[in-house]
Antibody, heavy 121, light 107 residues
Framework: QVQLVQSGDEVKKPGASVMVSCKAS????????ISWVRQAPGHGLEWMGW????????NYAQKFQGRVTMTKDTSTSTAYMELRSLTSDDTAVYYC??????????????WGQGTLVTVSA | EIVLTQSPGTLSLSPGEKAILSCRAS???????LAWFQHKPGQAPRLLIS???TRATGIPDRFSGSGSGTDFTLTISRLEPEDFAVYFC????????FGQGTKVEIK
């Protein structure tokens, strides 16, 4: 069965970076893109960007451009999201999700379990 | 950016009752690329409906979606105890956005 398993919760200081991983199983990794979505406390979900797991091409939401990098390791079927220059506003649960349609279509049937990133001095 | 506004913010109902949740878009959602998710604390979101009205695999038929253009509705015909959760809508076209969610709580 399809599974996306994310790395564990993180606590970071302001100005630091965090990397969250998302290990896929149960399907051909390079056949489906991976998006990253976050939810800050008391807020709705926010799309951060996605990576084409076949080509490695990325598309980031404007808000995160210059501060986020999404990568993949096909040999381990794992996608990564690194966010730099963290502030308290980045405290959120971060999710990876599988992009289940082609082109300009971002339907997600499968999600990771979420990774809580807490930014605190 | 298409803004999705969900109402009400909280719905207080009893098991067995009907729930009607609204999602209104600031502009027309192309190709009815509108999905509904159920989200419980500490869990991954669960896809219920895509294409405005198509139930995902394994979703009970008490969940139904309707609407087009800018107005969409999720209906839960008879609430089961496991249905009390947060529900959010998602327009999944190129510039995707999410609604802020409706909490369905036990009255």
């Amino acid at each position: 069965q399809v599974q996306l398993v994310q790395s564990g919760d993180e606590v970071k200081k302001p100005g630091a970076s965090v990397m969250v991983s998302c290990k896929a199983s149960g399907y051909t990794f390079s056949s489906y893109g991976i998006s990253w979505v976050r939810q800050a406390p008391g807020h709705g979900l926010e799309w951060m960007g996605w990576i084409n797991t076949d080509t490695g091409n990325t598309n980031y939401a404007q808000k995160f451009q210059g501060r986020v990098t999404m990568t993949k390791d096909t040999s381990t079927s794992t996608a990564y999201m690194e966010l730099r220059s963290l502030t308290s506003d980045d405290t959120a649960v971060y999710y990876c999700a599988r992009k289940d349609c082609r082109g300009d279509c971002f339907l997600y049937h499968f999600w990771g379990q979420g990774t809580l990133v807490t930014v605190s001095a | 950016e298409i803004v999705l506004t969900q109402s009400p913010g909280t719905l207080s109902l009893s098991p067995g009752e009907k729930a009607i949740l609204s999602c209104r878009a600031s502009q027309s959602v192309s190709a009815s690329y509108l999905a509904w998710f159920q989200h419980k604390p500490g869990q991954a979101p669960r896809l219920l409906i895509s294409g405005a009205f198509t139930r995902a695999t394994g979703i009970p038929d008490r969940f139904s979606g309707s609407g087009s253009g800018t107005d969409f509705t999720l209906t839960i015909s008879r609430l089961e105890p496991e249905d009390f959760a947060v529900y959010f809508c998602h327009q999944y076209g190129g510039s995707q956005t999410f609604g802020q969610g409706t909490k369905v709580e036990i009255k």
